[in-house]
């Protein structure tokens, strides 16, 4: 029938049939998505519309324009096949993906997970907006249900292709920290390669507890790749690889029964961690905290700590400040077996902790050639700082023939002692 537009509203128009009204609902006036009516009709508009449905009892009128016109996928061109690249107008979009008018009335879906290669959980308001102009290829067509689903990253080269030729096993690549799980970080080394380095392979000497204690999210953190895994498409990486392992060194310095000095830190689960020297840390069993007045060590406190375990594999030691003052009461009773004086046993009870702890082994700075650099800065300050000092004055003692006599002892007096 044809009608004239008598009024319209956001939700559709309203039609005089000739004293009898009809309503176009929004939907109904075109195939493809509008915003307002007014982009479709005019007010007083003679248009021809097309009866939908009539309910005499409330009088009700439903009419329709758009079903003039044959559905659009009906028309779509029969050489449309999934492969093929399309271009469209992004119409609507939604968190897991965006709504592509490929043609009036003719929509496809870009899922989120199509739009990058990268497998970091984003939405589609992070790669497009509404209004956008974009490419991409058909992924799935279903003409029976009028279904279209579209692809962007497909006309991106997959970098997981050539991944064993971009990152080789045992190459540097700087990365960007995306995201922090109690077991490692999340790197992003480009966008579509991302990489775990687990918490184990942060730090050779530091036990850390959660990676937010190493980095923060955004920073960016040099890496190592230490294994792929093309087919899950994951990378493991490594940060404590950029350096050599410490404990080949630490093995030769933190030898068990050597003493060290070492600052209390925190106190954890049966114990506490102790800071020694080179940036390692150690655990101090809460037995072995115990002072020889019978206290506890508090944090913060530096002691001295005899290695009683060593693990290179396990990257664990274990130390103890109470075994020293074990040590020296053990080498105290045999020594002083004979001494039932109090006194006396307190002055060779301190006397053992020193010849206890000296006679440990300790490290130094010329027994390993990781320090040899700086033991060598050091010898260049102290000797630098030597050949500044103004020489003292030293009289020559006089020749051996020179000295003078010393005068004869007098008949009854002891000699001269030489």
């Known amino acids: 029938m044809e009608g004239t537009v008598k009024n319209i509203t956001s939700y559709g128009v309203f039609i005089d049939l000739g004293g009898v009204d009809g309503l176009i609902h929004i939907t109904d006036l075109s195939w493809g998505r509008i915003n307002h009516p007014e982009e479709i009709v005019k007010l007083d508009e003679k248009i021809q519309v097309v009866i939908l449905d009539f309910d005499e009892g409330k009088k009700r009128i439903a009419l329709g324009l758009k079903q003039l016109q044959a559905h659009p996928w009906d028309a779509l061109s029969a050489d449309l096949k999934v492969g093929d690249k399309v271009k469209g107008k992004v119409v609507v979009l939604a968190d897991y993906g965006a709504f592509v008018e490929v043609a009036a009335g003719v929509e496809g879906l870009i899922h989120v997970s199509e739009m990058s290669w990268s497998q970091h959980l984003r939405s589609a308001q992070d790669f497009l907006k509404v209004g956008d102009e974009v490419e991409a290829v058909v992924l799935t067509l279903d003409r029976d249900e009028r279904k279209m689903s579209l692809g962007m990253k497909q006309l991106l080269p997959n970098p997981w292709d050539e991944i064993e030729a971009r990152y080789p096993v045992n190459s540097r690549h700087k990365g960007v920290v995306r995201n922090f799980t109690n077991f490692g970080i999340f790197v992003e080394l480009e966008e579509g390669v991302d990489g775990l380095v687990h918490i184990s392979d942060l730090s050779w000497s530091k036990k850390i507890k959660h990676p937010s204690e190493f980095t923060k999210v955004g920073e960016e953190l040099e890496v190592v790749v230490l294994e792929i895994d093309k087919e899950n498409r994951r990378l493991s990486l490594g940060h404590k690889q950029l350096e050599e392992n410490p404990w080949e060194v630490f093995s030769t310095i933190f030898t068990e029964g050597s003493v060290h000095q070492g600052t209390v830190t925190s106190f954890v689960d049966k114990g506490a961690i102790v800071s020694l020297p080179y940036g390692v840390e150690g655990f101090a069993p809460m037995k072995h905290l115990v002072k020889e007045d019978k206290t506890t060590a508090k944090v913060e406190e530096t002691l001295d700590f005899k290695v009683i375990e060593f693990s290179k594999e396990n990257k664990k030691i274990v130390v103890s400040h109470t075994k020293l003052h074990d040590d020296a009461v053990a080498i105290a009773k045999s020594d002083d077996e004979g001494t039932t004086d109090a006194k006396g046993k307190e002055v060779k009870a301190k006397k053992a902790v020193k010849k206890t702890t000296d006679n440990s082994e300790k490290s ?24 500044k000092a103004p020489k003292a004055k030293v009289e020559e003692a006089p020749a051996a023939d020179e000295a003078p006599e010393a005068p004869a002892a007098e008949e009854g007096e002891a000699p001269a002692a030489e």
Not at 365 to 381: P, R
């Open 364 to 387: 130094t700075l010329g027994d390993f050639d990781v320090l040899a650099d700086l033991k060598s800065k050091m010898e260049k300050s102290e000797g630098a700082t030597k050949a």
